[in-house]
C-alpha cells in the first residue's frame, strides 16, 4: 500500500471530495480499511441483544412488522 502523508487540516466535505477522486480500486482499498477493522463490541451492549432476542423467542406477539409501522409514518 502506498503511503500518505497528510499535514493539513480537512473539513469532513474536503475528505470527502478528496476520496471521490480516489480511483475504484483505491477506494475499495479504503472502504476495507474502513470496515475490516476488529471492533469490539461491549458486553453491555451484547447483552441488551441477547435479551431482546429472549423475549422476542419468548413472545414473538410483541414484535412489530415494519411493512404495517412504516406505512403509518
Known amino acids: 500500500m502506498e503511503a500518505v502523508q497528510l499535514n493539513i487540516k480537512l473539513s469532513l466535505n474536503q475528505l470527502l471530495e478528496a476520496v471521490k477522486q480516489l480511483s475504484p480500486k483505491d477506494r475499495l482499498k479504503l472502504h476495507d480499511a474502513i470496515w475490516n477493522d476488529e471492533t469490539d463490541i461491549p458486553i453491555e451492549h451484547q447483552q441488551i441483544v ?3 432476542m429472549s423475549k422476542a423467542s419468548k413472545n414473538p406477539d ?3 412488522n415494519w411493512d ?3 406505512n403509518e409514518l
Open 50 to 52: 441477547l435479551d431482546s
Open 62 to 64: 410483541r414484535l412489530l
Open 68 to 70: 404495517a409501522i412504516s
